[in-house]
């Protein structure tokens, strides 16, 4: 963008992707120079995400989070003590771009109860023997070419196999 540029660009097997600076100097991730996601601007709905449903919750104790985009929302997971919060993002590049975010992700890397990922979030869900209490499955965009599987009957029968008893998806 004008006054911007690229900070980070790394090309995979599924997308390409990006980390843009505005000229404001915020970091936003975009994949397949599509669609844009994260950044500061964005960092207290990103939490929120996270936030909300935690906070409904009378005692989470698991959280499982689908579609990771710059990590903000499983970051912000960290700051509910004792709850242990495993994500899923299916693009690996998006993972590695992580570094780039630590001002609105600071609990990635640094807090033992957050867990990463690299799967395929229908799979994961299926294929995991945990029970979770809270899941966030909001987290990735209709508009992207694959993600309409994750919102079939299918996969939501498959999230509500993994709820615990008073689990919340």
């Known amino acids: 963008p004008p006054g911007g540029g690229v900070v980070w660009h790394r090309d995979g097997?599924?997308?390409s992707v990006s980390v843009i600076r505005n000229a404001a100097g915020e970091h936003h991730l975009q994949v397949n120079n599509h669609f844009r996601m994260g950044g500061s601007a964005s960092v207290r709905s990103d939490h929120r995400e996270a936030h909300i449903p935690l906070l409904l919750?009378?005692?989470?104790?698991?959280?499982?989070?689908?579609?990771?985009?710059?990590?903000?929302?499983?970051?912000?997971?960290?700051?509910?003590?004792?709850?242990?919060?495993?994500?899923?993002?299916?693009?690996?590049?998006?993972?590695?771009?992580?570094?780039?975010?630590?001002?609105?992700?600071?609990?990635?890397?640094?807090?033992?109860?957050?867990?990463?990922?690299?799967?395929?979030?229908?799979?994961?869900?299926?294929?995991?023997e945990d029970r979770y209490d809270v899941v966030v499955a909001d987290l990735y965009h209709p508009s992207v070419d694959g993600s309409?599987?994750?919102?079939?009957?299918?996969?939501?029968?498959?999230?509500?196999?993994?709820?615990?008893?008073?689990?919340?998806?």
């Open 57 to 128: 919750h009378p005692d989470p104790k698991r959280a499982l989070f689908l579609g990771l985009g710059t990590g903000a929302t499983l970051s912000a997971a960290g700051d509910h003590p004792g709850l242990v919060a495993a994500g899923v993002e299916l693009v690996p590049e998006v993972v590695d771009s992580f570094p780039m975010f630590t001002r609105t992700a600071p609990h990635l890397g640094t807090n033992p109860d957050i867990s990463v990922h690299v799967a395929d979030a229908r799979r994961f869900v299926r294929a995991s």
């Open 13 to 15: 097997v599924m997308a």
């Open 148 to 169: 309409s599987a994750l919102y079939a009957r299918e996969h939501f029968e498959a999230i509500r196999e993994k709820l615990a008893a008073g689990g919340m998806f």
